[in-house]
């Protein structure tokens, strides 16, 4: 039987193998500690389907005071069983607005990435091993443990610069939140203000087709010009596209507020409470305007924007020294001699000297510190146009107030004579329509007083009182 006599080099390659899977079975309870401390993937499908708020499930929402952005939110009791009022359709919003909901989410982004900046930076670990080929000699092994020092340096500006990020990031949910709260409050405004002059606008049309249907009459029995028949057809036309303009409105209300609280289209709601056009005391918006720059959030949001940015320009010009990592060094040769030492890998500062980084984070500061003065000379502008255009408003409904107990005293008299037989239906529909038009005017001043009022809050926060609640004495005890 033929002898057959095994490859040294075989040998050689299996002595490897065997080597190395000693090495990895005895790095192996490392690795299952290491792993037990990671966090797993977990899939978290998307779900195809209209999440919004629907009529239902309105009815079993329960909002804490609480958690509400300002003191008359905070001093209002959330119940939608007998209809949402101003403030509680404001908070609503506040807590079932879908853009409020990202923006929540973007402070839990900013929290994680404050968090990561905290964390020191992990130990490199470098293992290496050779194995000779032939006889007489040892594996050669070779064990580094090291670290970089940069990023241990960096690490204060980095977690002050993500730290106030996060400020920054809370700041601008607060004022995204006194916007929503504007938002909410100007739509129920306008939709309340819908349904008080709905009602006027349809009695119009019904005055301007009867008089027409009248005058069509007369006009076929030839008692009237045509001339005169299509001055009053165009009355009519004019009313009826009113009324159906104002219906559009009423309906773009609906979808724009349902959206702006999270709602399903076909939920309907039952608003309460009147409008109210009370004027603010000039010398509340004085001092509301004096600490504007401190009770602002989105102004608060620039300076803690600011703040992070000096932090990240702070980095940059330390990142300008050599990048240094640092680490201790364990070997063995293969003739088996013994090595200990140190090493040290370091950047070399003759080429970029990271001068581009500081170059763009000193840029950048500077933008954030003319956006904060241009918001806050914006800010100025917003409450001095207010101011004025109130004024000019106030005057105006005062006027039209003034006027309105005549008109309606002809429209009376008017209605009785023509009841009588004593007037022509022309000079009745014309007074008639003369106090309408004038008790819409008069709404429509109202709501916009009522609109700037709720302007000015969007823009001062709580320091302006708000004129709907119903805990007018608690909530300016917390606006105190």
Known sequence: MPVFHADPAVHATRAVRGRCITALRATMPLCAMLIAGCTWYHREPLAPRDTSTSASTLERIQIDPATMPLPELAAHRFDPSDGLDIEEVAMLAVANNPDLKLTRDDLGISRAQAFSAGLLPDPQLSVASDYPGAEGFTRAFNYGLSMDVMAIVTRGANKKSADATVVKTDLGLLWQEWQIVAQAKQL?????????????????????????????????????????????????????????????????????????????PDVQLQLTGD????????????????????????????????????????????????????????????????????????????????????????????????????????????????????????RQLQQTEGALPDVDLAARHASQAYSEHNLALGAYTDAQSAALTKRIDVATLRESLAEQRVGLQALLGSAIPDAFSADQTLTETHAK
């Open 275 to 394: 409008i109210e056009s009370t004027p603010v005391a000039d010398s509340t918006i004085d001092s509301a305007v004096a600490a504007l720059p401190k009770r602002r959030p989105d102004l608060l949001a620039l300076e803690a924007g600011y703040e992070a940015q000096e932090q990240k320009y702070r980095a940059a010009i330390l990142s300008q020294f050599p990048s240094l990592s640092v680490g201790f060094v364990r070997a063995r040769d293969t003739s088996n001699i013994y090595t200990s030492g140190f090493q040290i890998n370091l950047s070399l500062p003759i080429f970029n000297r990271n001068q581009g980084n500081v170059a763009i984070e000193k840029a950048t500061r500077q933008r954030l510190r003319d956006e904060y003065q241009n918001r806050l000379n914006q800010a100025y502008a917003d409450v001095a146009h207010i101011r004025a255009d109130s004024a000019i408003l106030a």
């Open 188 to 264: 129920f405004l306008k939709a309340r203000f819908q349904e008080e002059t709905l009602p006027f606008l349809q009695q119009q049309l019904e005055l301007s087709r009867t008089r027409y249907e009248r005058m069509a009459e007369a006009q076929r029995a030839g008692n009237l010009t045509e001339d005169q028949l299509s001055a009053a057809l165009t009355s009519y036309s004019d009313a009826r596209k009113q009324y159906t303009d104002a219906e559009r409105a009423a309906e773009q209300t609906h979808h724009d507020l349902n959206a702006l609280l999270g709602l399903a």
